[in-house]
């Protein structure tokens, strides 16, 4: 799976929106960019994914480079509830192949 | 769906007892993933399986650590004996083939 370079933390002031940023130079054809998150010591939560066009869902918007490089996570208005850890993944959709690794991913802190 | 189910939630432990950790999938799910969680490594997969059988362990520490998946709806991840080190927080995630995993709230080890 592709590595995959996150700040380690960032803040957000509460309302405004939240831009996460996620580099991924080596990612391949084949390749899904999935966006979790984990509030304090829950397991990591499913936020959204995508390939190449920019996704929404009701939690979030994931904007991806035309290269595939690097994407962003927007939380378009940010609670205190937002506070966790983000982790950016790369993973490829291939039938047998679900080998899912984690990085270290950015803590954000949502401030009110 | 009640989601992933892991028990027990607390484990404390003393080093050499033996420790048996289980888990619950999504019904329909045939994936099911074992992850460890220490502040020092973060969240490293230890295993996977595809309809119940293990695809790849490369991840699981020693051989103290083994994991069975006897059906569909059951896993179990022992440590015998367990050790100090091995103190963390355990999570099992379960998905469907290209589908975003669903972590269950781990189990919380603590071996004195």
């Known amino acids: 799976d592709a590595k995959t370079t996150q700040p380690p933390s960032m803040d957000c002031a509460e309302g405004r929106a939240a831009n996460l940023p996620c580099n991924h130079s080596t990612i391949s054809g084949n390749e899904y960019v999935y966006w979790y998150r984990q509030i304090h010591s829950q397991g990591p939560q499913y936020i959204i994914h995508g390939l190449k066009n920019n996704e929404t869902n009701e939690m979030a918007s994931l904007i991806i480079t035309e290269d595939r490089k690097s994407s962003t996570l927007i939380l378009p208005h940010a609670t205190l509830r937002d506070t966790a850890v983000y982790y950016c993944i790369v993973r490829f959709h291939s039938g047998g192949y679900q080998k899912v690794t984690f990085g270290t991913g950015t803590k954000l802190q949502v401030i009110p | 769906d009640a989601g992933v189910i892991q028990s027990p939630r607390h484990e404390v432990t003393e080093m050499g007892q033996e420790v048996t950790l289980r888990c619950k999938p999504i019904?329909?799910?045939?994936?099911l993933f074992w992850y460890r969680q220490t502040m020092m490594r973060g969240l490293e997969l230890l295993i996977y399986f595809n309809n119940n059988v293990p695809i790849d362990d490369s991840g699981m520490p020693e051989d103290r650590f083994s994991a069975k998946m006897p059906n569909a709806s059951f896993s179990t991840l022992k440590i015998q004996p367990s050790e100090p080190r091995d103190s963390a927080v355990y999570f099992c995630a379960s998905a469907r083939v290209n589908s975003p995993l669903h972590f269950g709230n781990g189990t919380r080890l603590t071996v004195t």
């Open positions: 019904s329909g799910h045939d994936y």
